[in-house]
């Protein structure tokens, strides 16, 4: 039996970095020889359609539309508390795949004869502890690979039909088609979540004086909606004072239909074609803050996009100067974005982001300021104003440059 530890749920925030390895990994086993252990701040365990049911529609949607591989695998949402109560009575012929920070990982003694791979998450090292407890450690970064214990992998990244998706298109023109004028440098910015409050303010000011001396375009990209189309019948059709409703989990979308109880009762009519919109869970403080910031700063000289769309995603990757994703983590997509010849400018600064980082920069490498990061408990470098600015200045005024021009190039050649 293999167990495999999670610390992230699937989400269209994580599918394309660490989660990836891991799906690959349970879907190379069968589902009756393994169970899967997510981490989540619960007081009990659930079953993962349960725990997505009550907690998080989207997601429950997005695994039912995306993961409909693991519905038959044995999932369950636990505690850090939880999983370690019920691992000690795991049997110990079980085989353990850690992918999940060190500090959620219980060292008990008990466990040293059993088989346990940890693939190691973006900020964690190896000490002698862990080279003792694992029986292989995955590292995604040459700089653990001292022993014969830690192994260098790679993102399989050789997926052909993402990175031919624009062959027969060019950077200009797909700017001319959205709209914006050749000779503007676009800045696509990439919120993956709501975690940008130290790192989105920076951005924007850094683009903010850089708009005094060159023409800049910011996107931003938020993804907030799903918009949704469905076919229906009758039997999905909730009639509530005169009104329909659609029961999309457990959420009633109104059915915008005239005249609906003649509908209902109309035996020539089977079907219908609904569209409607599912929002992800986010504060209105925090979408009033950022429009604030953009419209003070920017003087409404910027775009924003929320609606979810990958192909949309992917084509401002493609067309852009420069992507920034805001995040933590690794991601396929900032591999694509420099195998794209997008300059990358990461705002992480891991021993994983630095492995890949070849046509980009990572401005937190010169930042010599700390602050301690409340929802990650992490003390981290402080992105500073500065320091994001000189790294967007820094592509602008060598984009022709010709050791600029070859790691664009290696990149095709690395990533392709």
């Known amino acids: 039996m293999k167990i495999f530890v999670c610390d992230n749920l699937f989400s269209n925030f994580n599918i394309t970095g660490y989660n990836s390895l891991l799906l690959n990994n ?4 069968n589902k009756d020889d ?8 619960v007081e009990k365990n659930y079953k993962i359609y349960d725990y997505l049911n009550e907690k998080n529609i989207f997601n429950h949607y997005f695994w039912s539309e995306n993961l409909k591989e693991l519905f038959e695998y044995k999932i369950i949402v636990t505690s850090i508390e939880l999983l370690n109560d019920e691992m000690l009575f795991c049997n110990k012929n079980n085989v353990i795949y850690y992918f999940c920070e060190k500090k959620k990982i219980n060292f008990n003694e ?3 004869n059993r088989e346990k791979y940890l693939f190691l998450a973006d900020y964690d090292t190896i000490n002698e502890l862990d080279k003792s407890f694992f029986t292989k450690i995955y590292t995604f970064n040459n700089f653990h690979t001292d022993c014969d214990k830690v192994e260098f992998i790679r993102f399989n990244f050789k997926k052909n039909d993402i990175i031919s998706l624009f062959d027969n298109a060019t950077k200009e023109n797909i700017k001319i088609n959205l709209e914006i004028k050749e000779d503007f440098i676009v800045i696509f910015i990439h919120l993956f979540d709501n975690l940008f409050y130290d790192t989105l303010d920076r951005i924007i000011l850094s683009i903010s004086e850089l708009k005094k001396t060159h023409k800049i375009y910011p996107i931003f990209y938020w993804p907030l909606d799903k918009e949704i189309e469905k076919n229906i019948t009758k039997k999905d059709i909730i009639l509530y004072n005169e ?3 659609y029961k999309f989990y457990n959420v009633d979308i109104p059915i915008d239909i005239k005249n609906s109880e003649d509908i209902i009762n109309r035996d020539d009519i089977e079907t219908y ?11 209105l403080t925090i979408k009033d803050y950022l429009l604030d910031v953009l419209n003070k700063y920017l003087n409404d000289d910027y775009s924003i996009i929320t609606k979810i769309d990958d192909y949309n995603l992917l084509q401002n990757i493609y067309m852009s100067d420069i992507y920034i994703p805001v995040t933590d983590n690794l991601s396929y997509l900032t591999l694509l974005s420099q195998y794209y010849k997008t300059y990358t400018i990461f705002t992480n600064d891991s021993n994983n ?3 890949y980082c070849i046509f980009g920069d990572i401005p937190l490498i010169n930042s010599n300021d700390y602050i301690h990061c409340t929802i990650t408990n992490r003390i981290k470098k402080n992105l500073r104003v500065e ?4 790294s967007i200045e820094n592509y602008i005024k060598n984009k022709e440059n010709p050791f600029f021009l070859y790691k664009r190039e290696f990149c095709e050649y690395l990533f392709g």
């Open 26 to 29: 349970i879907l190379d086993t």
């Open 34 to 41: 393994c169970i899967v252990f997510f981490i989540e701040d």
């Open 110 to 112: 008990k466990f040293n």
């Open 243 to 245: 009104k329909m409703y």
């Open 273 to 283: 074609n609904i569209k409607f919109s599912i929002n992800k869970e986010y504060s």
């Open 353 to 355: 982001t630095q492995e």
């Open 387 to 390: 320091d994001m600015k000189n």
